[in-house]
């Protein structure tokens, strides 16, 4: 990729859009898989910064969905497809249950997390998301309902 332009080089005589290998394929659909998750949080009426709603959130992924309000039951079911999403593509396997609460622990608001962790936790969902990008290569494209690709500035990575 270009740092300049944020496109990616092209050899001369080659094609960018060359058809995606099979793991970039793979990335391709468990990248999608994420930023439709991660929509579908940002779209949820649930604000998760408060330790009611966080309790009302871990609640809807145990036995005790039924107390839980249907925004948080949203929200649980977007941050376990995430977390299976992003773990299926670094394992290349089914995770199993607990890999995926420890996965949603890290990367999602839980229970006494301040307002600073919650931000950072979410600054590394994004950063997530950008790795599976770089994973797509230059040939996967964007369904058109779906936002442009998050840019990882490398430069800023020291």
Known sequence: VDPKTGKPFVKPGESKDKPLTESQAK?????????????????????????????????????????????????????????ESFLRFKTGAAATENE??????????????????????????QQAVADLDMATGSGATKPAHQSAPTQVNFGDLK
């Open 100 to 125: 995926i609460k420890l996965n949603v622990r890290t990367f999602f608001p839980q229970p006494g997390d301040g307002k600073d962790v919650i931000a950072q936790k979410k600054r590394m969902r």
């Open 27 to 83: 990335a391709a659909v468990f990248k999608s898989q994420m930023e439709s998750a991660e929509k579908e949080l940002s779209s949820n009426p649930i604000d998760q910064t408060k330790i009611g709603n966080q309790f009302d959130v871990g609640m809807a992924a145990t036995g005790g969905n039924f107390l839980s309000s249907p925004a948080a039951q949203r929200a649980q079911q977007a941050q376990a497809q995430w977390a």
